[in-house]
């Protein structure tokens, strides 16, 4: 069994799952754990972890915004070092480490729901849900959207490179934003006329209905998942709830 050949459903159950334990375990040994099951069930069904590589360096970069402003702002536990204004409580790196934790929680299974379904799949799986096609389909095309308009940005930096643009480290990366960003919006632009267009010229939205080369179906696997991920979610929230009535 692998990642790509579950229903979506039960891709998107899993999704609820794990931002449900982001959101509610307190503790960094608590999603420390959860990170680690969500890590090995990866590496289980796609025998690979090659895809969350850009994770690592967007994390770091958040996790260090997080610990910064938690170093300025926490006022929690003991006062343990002080130069000028700047006080720095106990609490502050435990929390801060909660917090990076959670935020890694959440970006994975985000990005691990987004990358393991075809646009078809999502589109699919919202008209099972009752969503009109013509809704439903704006996601599949949203989702296409990326890629093409991320291939139109390294096409801009590439124009700017054969211009002289400097681009040598991250500093100058992100001085490369000011004069890229007016050719991405153009191109972006274009795109998303070009593609209204055709779509307008074919008949779009004209009939209520349409078919689709496929249909989505529950197998074993995905029901036995599904009903096993709904079971562990009601025991976590009746264990929660049932002390507060």
Do not use: H
């Amino acid at each position: 069994m692998r990642l790509f050949k579950l229903d979506p459903r039960t891709k998107l159950v899993w999704y609820v799952l794990i931002i449900y334990f982001a959101l509610s375990c307190q503790t960094a040994v608590q999603l420390g754990l959860v990170l680690l099951g969500c890590l090995m069930s990866s590496l289980v069904l796609s025998l690979s972890l090659k895809q969350y590589k850009i994770m690592i360096l967007i994390m770091l970069l958040l996790g260090l915004q997080i610990l910064v402003v938690q170093l300025i702002f926490c006022r929690e536990g003991v006062l343990i070092y002080q130069w000028g204004i700047l006080k720095i409580y106990s609490q502050a790196i435990p929390l801060a480490l909660t917090g990076i934790l959670k935020a890694t929680l959440i970006f994975y299974a985000s990005m691990q729901f987004f990358t393991s379904a075809s646009p078809q799949d999502f589109t699919l799986m919202l008209i099972k849900f009752r969503i009109p096609y013509r809704f439903a389909m704006l996601v599949g095309l949203g989702v296409r959207f990326f890629p093409l308009m991320k291939a139109e940005y390294v096409s801009i930096l590439d124009s700017q490179r054969t211009r002289g643009l400097k681009m040598e480290n991250v500093w100058d990366d992100l001085k490369a934003i000011i004069p890229t960003f007016l050719p991405f919006l153009y191109r972006a632009v274009r795109r998303s006329t070009e593609i209204a267009l055709a779509m307008e010229l074919k008949g779009y939205g004209r009939n209520k209905t349409r078919t689709f080369s496929r249909t989505l179906t529950m197998q074993y696997q995905d029901i036995v998942l599904i009903a096993a991920m709904l079971l562990v979610i009601s025991i976590s929230l009746a264990g929660r709830l049932l002390p507060l009535i």
